[in-house]
């Protein structure tokens, strides 16, 4: 399979779709690539975090550090759908940075190598790291086996679904939207820029139809494990089922489309922000069901859009500045290693012991560091060495006997590099 990964039959190489006009902003480096979005590298930390804070504060099994009922009952409600918001967020992201930075000239399987190279390497290593720890005494192979090909998600055992190092759920949806985006960039090209709105509108609107189907025609009984108001079944079918997450990723390529197309307006970064909030004040009081991610869908994509468009006009942000750079591209494997950190820090090493407020905010901090250590050392370890295997080789001509040959050098332009430069930034940490 060699054919361009995404150039519509009929339409040249470099060609806009029908319809599509150039952005307001600079969306292209003078080299023609794709410019780069450092906000958003920035902002996946942010959502990495969230993720953290909600694992944090389980009572089942007791990953929250605090003593007093009260605290932590206070804690755990606060927290209670940051992991949800995180996640929708990182498939948003997903579909966006890949149809940003997709190149007409890529081919199926080259993409296919990068991506799975990308996850896969991070994944078999914290996997190893759990199973070793703690699952490896508690997970029979009918778990551990499909867990470590990333296919455990489309098993509606609650015990398969959730096994081993539990965040790689995710990761199983992820590489559905990997396998998947080489045929739907093509569709998504096509359609006209002024009905992006309306497809966009379609794909919200297929979210909202999946959760009233799951909250009326799937039992509510049994109850899951964590104690949760639905049954088991239902939050398969309404959260870790990979193709109902389909939507969230191809709503980030819509998404993109409308911004490359300058057709998505101007939003101050703390109106954008401020919609955030309120989206997720809603799903703290929507029925249970629609707090996954249908109370946040809308402002976790104007997010992505203004922090975006913010990029492309040049506006100084927060989240441009070298740490948050830094924490941003360790954000995957902050990601991956932030469950085995609490969960194996919490009841192995501090046996469940509980502290007041002060002790228990000290503890957080200390597992949190240690979850970006790990990060940090799965990103240098373990994800770049894979990338840059990932990366084609270009063999330097011999040169003929009594002939010297320079190199050719790559002149940097200043400009961080794109997905598509280095290998395929993952916006998971999947996420």
Not at 355 to 365: A, I, N, S, T
Request: with cysteine.
């Amino acid at each position: 399979m060699t054919a361009p990964l995404n150039a519509p039959p009929g339409q040249e190489p470099g060609r806009r779709p029908s319809g599509e006009h150039p952005a307001r902003t600079t969306t292209e480096t003078s080299s023609g690539r794709p410019a780069p979005l450092p906000s958003l590298t920035g902002l996946r930390f942010i959502a990495a975090v969230l993720v953290f804070f909600f694992h944090s504060s389980f009572f089942d099994p007791l990953t929250n550090p605090f003593g007093d009922r009260g605290v932590a009952e206070g804690f755990q409600w606060l927290f209670s759908k940051a992991g949800w918001m995180g996640v929708s967020f990182f498939f948003v992201l997903s579909g966006f940075v890949l149809t940003w930075s997709s190149r007409r000239d890529d081919t199926v399987v080259g993409f296919w190598r990068r991506r799975l190279l990308k996850i896969f390497p991070n994944h078999v290593a914290m996997w190893t790291l759990a199973m070793v720890l703690f699952a490896g005494a508690a997970t029979p192979l009918t778990a551990w086996l499909p867990n470590l090909f990333l296919v455990h998600s489309w098993f509606p055992q609650h015990g398969i679904y959730i096994s081993v190092n539990a965040p790689s759920w995710s990761l199983c949806s992820e590489l559905l939207f990997y396998l998947l985006f080489p045929f739907l960039i093509g569709p998504v090209r096509r359609i006209r820029t002024e009905r992006l709105w309306a497809w966009a509108g379609a794909v919200v609107a297929g979210m909202v139809a999946l959760e009233v189907a799951v909250d009326l025609l799937v039992p509510a009984q049994p109850r899951t494990p964590e104690g949760f108001p639905i049954s088991s079944l239902q939050f398969w079918l309404g959260y870790n089922f990979p193709p109902g997450r389909l939507f969230e990723f191809v709503l980030g390529m819509l998404l993109a489309r409308l911004v490359l197309a300058g057709r998505f307006p101007r939003v101050p970064l703390a109106g954008a922000l401020a919609l955030a909030v309120a989206g997720y004040a809603l799903a703290l009081n929507v029925p249970f069901l629609y707090g996954f991610t249908v109370a946040t869908i809308v402002p976790v994509g104007v997010l992505v859009c203004a922090v975006a468009v913010a990029d492309l006009r040049g506006e100084r942000t927060a989240l441009r500045g070298r740490v948050m750079q830094w924490l941003g591209e360790v954000s995957f494997g902050f990601y991956l290693a932030q469950y085995v950190v609490l969960y194996y820090g919490r009841t192995r090493i501090l046996h469940n012991e509980t502290y007041g407020l002060l002790g228990g905010v000290l503890e957080l901090l200390i597992l949190l560091s240690v979850t970006l250590a790990l990060g940090w050392l799965l990103m240098v370890c373990v994800e770049r060495p894979a990338m840059r295997w990932a990366r084609p080789r270009t063999r330097t001509p011999r040169a003929p006997a009594g002939r010297v040959v320079v190199s050719p050098v790559r002149v940097r332009t200043g400009a961080a590099p794109t997905p598509a430069e280095d290998g395929g930034s993952d916006p998971v940490p999947a996420a």
